[in-house]
């Protein structure tokens, strides 16, 4: 845990001081020491201190032999995650939520190993579901392609 | 008194009203079993319905639909770790843990019984103490209700398993989180780096999708399949057996959290969230096993389920007696009576006296009527753990999305949920909670509102908020929150080391 804790002290520590930074640009109420800045400033200080106290006994101790991820499994799933719901952000305003979720459920049921056939019904069927669920009995205005859907 | 009951039980005969608490109950179940979908925005879905309908099938109709989706929220937490509803996020540890030892019929017989009874005890204090406790809930200044949130912050941070300064980080990041976009003071953007989707701040429903939902769904590979062999299929008193077995020594502790969830949900802008958090800290402050709390502790779940639901009552209180909304679901009701030419105050006891007793009795009608309908949602949640995980998860990733992208039908929300997963997948791996920052982030608007406000207030002193009577109670009890655990645990180290 030794080096995970170091990263998230420095974090925080580093995180506070900006914090309280940019904090201070916000000014203050007229005539008064509070204002906009005020809260964030308290909140930096504190992650500031909190990010010592994790950081300091990282430091003093030797590192242990570490793993982050358990298998090479997870940090698959760590990339193809990340990288399909930053696609559905990038490509279904212009692509349409039906198939460009199609498309991210058809890679993500493949990746977790399903077969090609499996993969293509079991995400069509999940669309067809999440699709009408939520445009027709929540009412919820799903993006739409230029070909209306 | 009597003449009004039995005109509010002919009142509820209607089978037009019945058939409306049943769809609603159904509708409100579906909401909570999403992630994403929160009660509020089941409840002002419904609104447009209630403007073909009598007072009493829409107010029946949210009340029923309010109770559904805030037990509902329990289920996906229980089963896959992901709350359907924010109530839900202060003991999904201890449900999921439950689930995973395979004990999830256990836990969501629990999760519908506790519920229920909340619920009901909420309804019986709306019935018989309304007026004097809103009376009381309107001595509660911003000084008071800057003391309650910091109470809320305090029982999170010391409930939360392992590293206290960890669980600070968690909180002071929700915090922060929460600062972000148009300053409540002066109206200056905060932190939003030139982005104007970030003026309107950081939501904490993808947040917590985030936090909770998608950091799971990186974490479960084919391989971690770790639920131990569960029983699928459960008769109805097979289930009330199992929660009246875990129920019976603790009902003590049932009904101090049904009572604790009532008050706080009767404090105007409180709500359910946080009275299931509080519900949860006190628990574990006064438990003879606290070290059990977020390991999958059966006591851990009586504490705060009962309590969300009874917050459900307790916001119609101030609600009713004042018409000064206790949570966002009142807030809408509010609406949903004026509209209907109803005037919330002290005489719609003496005009309307037959629809309040039908209200009261709506409250314990719909509380019945979740054991069954629980029942029968717990049981075809239950399924969800007959999918293979490489099928489960890939769904459970759309819903998570989607539910993030309808809050606002906002991409943007989405980008938020992702990147509140990655942060909650590596705090994980760090052993630092990822529940202190949803309640940081719920909480934060009103600790920074109400100091804010108290400091312009009294210019800039800072003795008010301890010379307050309940002000200097509510100083004692987050003194108590912070020591007694510390105390506990310096206490356990030392008989160990003995």
Known sequence: ML???????????VGGVLIVHRSMQLGNVPGSYAGPGLF????GIALCICGILVLAPALRQKRKGERFFSGPGERLRLVEVTGLVIFLIACAPKLGFILTSWIMMMAELCLRKNSLLRSAVAATILVAVVWGLFTKALKVPLPVGPWGW | MMANLAAAIQLLSSPYLIFIMVITAVYGLFVGLVPGLTATMATALFVPFTFFMDPLPALAGVIVLSAMAIFAGDIPATLVRVPGTPSSSAYVEDAYQLCSRGMAVRALALCACCSATGGIIGALSLMLIAPTLAQ??????????????ILGL??????????????CIALLLGLFFSTIGIDITLGIPRFTFGSSELLGGVNFIPAMVGLFGVSEVIRTTEESVSFTAQKLSFGFFEMLKSAWTAMKNRLGILLRSAVLGMVIGALPGAGGDIAAWISYGVGKLSSKHPEEYGKGSEEAVLTGTPANNAALGGAWIPALVFGIPGDSITAILLGILMMKGLRPGPLIFERQGDLV??????FIIANVLLIPLGYLAARSGMQMLKVPKGILMPAILLFCCVGSYAINNSLFDVGVMLVMGLLGYFFEKSDVPVAPIVLGLILGPMVERNFMMSVIKTGGSLSQFVTRPISAVLVICVACAWTIPLWSARRRRRSVAS
């Not at chain 2, 305090?154 to 669980?167: A, W």
Request: net charge positive; glycine share 6%; charged share 10%.
């Open chain 1, 3 to 13: 080096a995970r804790d170091a990263v998230i002290g420095t974090g925080c520590a």
């Open chain 1, 40 to 43: 964030p400033t308290l909140i």
């Open chain 2, 357 to 362: 007793y039908a209200i009261y009795l709506v």
């Open chain 2, 136 to 149: 009381f809930a309107t001595r509660f200044t911003s000084f008071e209700y800057f003391w309650l949130a």
């Open chain 2, 154 to 167: 305090s029982t999170t941070v010391t409930v939360s398993k392992g590293s206290t300064v960890k669980s």
